[in-house]
């Protein structure tokens, strides 16, 4: 079961910390990311983190504005976005996989949240 949480409303140039917890023996061992669907379009892929952290992936329009990280202890992954703009207005999905892909190339993943909305005005 994954549970989002930190979506809120910020105006532009602000931050927001989204924080996904993942409950799961296994959780440790898989392979965890951020997706978002903007209004009125499809869902696209933000950024994915491997199990040892030591494997990240952000997409080309978020690079330099946000950063995944993990707390491997509690299974909980975090998505901190500075400098927000209108643009990242969508919401938001923590996804996680037990393989690579299609999660590490941000192409999708077998496990999913329910979303937490972020708002950029």
């Known amino acids: 079961q994954l549970v989002e949480s930190g979506g809120g409303s910020v105006q532009a140039g602000g931050s927001l910390r989204l924080s996904c917890a993942f409950s799961?023996?296994?959780?440790?061992?898989?392979?965890m990311g951020w997706f978002r669907r903007p209004p009125s379009k499809a869902r696209e892929g933000v950024t994915a983190?491997?199990?040892?952290?030591?494997?990240?992936r952000y997409a080309d329009s978020v690079k330099g504005r946000f950063t995944i990280s993990r707390d491997k202890a509690q299974s909980i992954v975090y998505l901190q976005m500075d400098s927000l703009k209108p643009d990242d207005t969508a919401m938001y999905f923590c996804?996680?996989?037990?393989?690579?892909?299609?999660?590490?190339?941000?192409?999708?993943?077998?496990?999913w949240g329910q979303g937490t909305q972020v708002t950029v005005s």
């Open positions: 983190i491997s199990p040892s952290g030591g494997t990240i």
């Open positions: 799961g023996h296994s959780s440790r061992t898989y392979w």
């Open positions: 996804a996680a996989d037990p393989l690579a892909e299609p999660l590490a190339s941000l192409g999708g993943a077998n496990y």
